[in-house]
């Protein structure tokens, strides 16, 4: 499973203990495999600007979690011709991110821990800002990019009615250049070729005789060139409708036809090349994002911890990952039973959703007796 339970409990004697016997309940029934995660030694602070940082760090984990979904999820825009290997793509210093998680080292240089709490969550808070501000930039314009040149291939690929006759049509399809004649394009069902070739001579006066062809077809019907005085065009147009042939405006410009080809090959050109440089970015910035996610989650369990029991700072934190999504539930029974004496009263509760626990805004399920955060990686989910 890609899912991870972040865990702490007190570092005495008893709390270890009762660590050591959920890794023995937990190992011999198969529901996780356990780690311990390693936190440092952060400053303190008071306890006011810990209960700050708490409700600061929540915010920034949820936008963090968006953050890395968002650009996984690009990610797998720009490989849109090989979906398959997007999870390959998605890494944290260049290994995939449940090795990442289970091996977890604070990275001390980046985020040093002796400076106050405060300024490593806004040294994370400042980074991950930009990093989005990047994102929506440079996002942004390969999407419109991309949309221009899906514009353009709708164009060459919808149905007679619809589609570019740029790339169909060619200059020896059309009388050019005379000032009293013109070629007109006609959609034709395909049930009806042998009518329009007996009747389009004569929907009109001054249709040239024996003008027609036919140089494009689709599922439903072909386009067919007939060639007229302009002075009839209307009239032919009329008498066109009413036998169920339908004239394309289209008026052959050899310019406008360049200009529509050589925007074509612009798009696509300016796409190949945004597509490297953009890949880049994205992996580079989502192992950036994601190395500061688990280091939030590490903050968070720090501070929690603290809050829940007290100081000195003494807590053992530890990694569960559920073997199976199945396996959860008893999980959740056999560490509800290990650390119900660290609080009674929430350990109830979860067994019981109608016991209130006095003081606690959270809703009884998101409150547990242990500290407790939740790390999902199926981000393309």
Do not use: C
Request: charged share 25%; proline share 3%.
């Amino acid at each position: 499973m890609s899912e991870f339970w972040l865990i702490s409990a007190p570092g005495d004697k008893e709390n270890l203990q009762a660590l050591e016997r959920m890794n023995t309940v937990t190992s011999k029934s198969n529901l996780s495999y356990n780690t311990k995660f390693a936190i440092p030694d952060f400053k303190v602070g008071t306890l006011d600007s810990l209960i700050g940082l708490s409700d600061e760090l929540g915010k920034l984990d949820t936008f963090t979690e968006s953050l890395i979904k968002r650009m996984a999820q690009s990610v797998a825009e720009v490989m849109e011709d090989s979906k398959g290997k997007v999870q390959e793509n998605l890494l944290a210093n260049g290994v995939d991110l449940t090795s990442f998680v289970t091996h977890f080292e604070w990275d001390m240089a980046k985020y040093p821990a002796k400076q106050p709490l405060a300024n490593v969550v806004d040294t994370l808070t400042k980074q991950l800002a930009q990093i989005e501000t990047d994102l929506k930039s440079r996002t942004a314009t390969y999407s419109a990019l991309k949309m221009n040149l899906e514009n353009l291939e709708k164009k060459s690929t919808g149905n007679l009615f619809t589609r570019t006759l740029s790339d169909i049509v060619s200059r020896e399809d059309f009388v050019l250049d005379s000032e009293y004649l013109i070629t007109l394009l006609v959609i034709v069902p395909k049930t009806s070729y042998a009518r329009w070739q007996k009747t389009y001579e004569s929907l009109s006066d001054m249709v040239v005789p024996r003008s027609t062809k036919l140089i494009a077809e689709d599922n439903d019907g072909g386009l067919f060139t007939v060639t007229l005085f302009r002075k009839v065009i209307d009239d032919f147009k009329v008498k066109a409708k009413e036998n169920k042939f339908t004239v394309r405006e289209f008026y052959y410009d050899e310019k406008e036809i360049k200009r529509e080809r050589e925007e074509m090959t612009r798009l696509l050109s300016d796409k190949k090349q945004q597509y490297g440089p953009l890949l880049r970015w994205l992996k580079v910035n989502f192992s950036e994002a994601f190395i500061a996610w688990i280091h939030i989650k590490a903050l968070r369990v720090f501070v929690e911890s603290v809050l829940r029991y007290g100081l000195p700072v003494n807590f053992q934190a530890v990694l569960l990952q559920p073997h199976k999504k199945s396996a959860t539930k008893r999980l959740r029974e056999v560490l509800n039973s290990v650390f119900r004496h660290l609080d009674e009263v929430a350990a109830a509760s979860i067994l019981d959703a109608s016991v209130e626990i006095p003081g606690l805004q959270l809703s009884n399920q998101d409150y547990f007796p242990y500290v407790y955060f939740h790390i999902d990686l199926s981000l393309l989910d």
